[in-house]
């Protein structure tokens, strides 16, 4: 079984930045591919951005592009979400998921994840 903890939420002004953690706690050494997620009130769960499992690949939403970076040291399983120039429609739960082990690709959809975290709030106001 994987945990996965995120960190970093809050609220922000147009514009600003946050970044955000999320750390997998597993019993074994396996490196996963792992992405952020983020679901909007009343809206379906859609991909942010998406690392393969050593972090040399990265894919990223048509939205976000130019503006959030994500990183993942491949020999640890922790991913980071990098959020400058934020909208307010960026304004989101974000939530971070894990692959099984034995995918190692860069995947976006939310059927391709095994392992999600509770979520952490980003609001950004106007």
């Known amino acids: 079984q994987v945990q996965l903890v995120e960190s970093g939420g809050g609220e922000v002004q147009a514009g600003g930045s946050l970044r955000l953690s999320c750390a997998a706690a597993?019993?074994?050494?396996?490196?996963?591919?792992m992405g952020w997620f983020r679901q909007a009130p009343g809206k379906e769960r859609d991909i942010v951005a998406a690392?393969?499992?050593?972090?040399?690949?990265?894919l990223y939403a048509e939205s976000v592009e130019g503006r959030f970076t994500i990183s993942k040291d491949g020999a640890k399983n922790t991913v980071h979400l990098q959020m400058n120039s934020l909208k307010p429609e960026d304004t989101a739960v974000y939530y971070c998921?894990?692959?099984?082990?034995?995918?190692?690709?860069?995947?976006?959809?939310?059927?391709?994840?095994?392992?999600w975290g509770q979520g952490t709030q980003v609001t950004v106001s106007s």
């Open positions: 690392v393969n499992w050593n972090g040399e690949n990265a």
């Open positions: 998921a894990a692959r099984n082990p034995l995918h190692r690709g860069t995947y976006t959809t939310v059927h391709d994840y095994d392992y």
């Open positions: 597993s019993r074994t050494s396996d490196t996963y591919s």
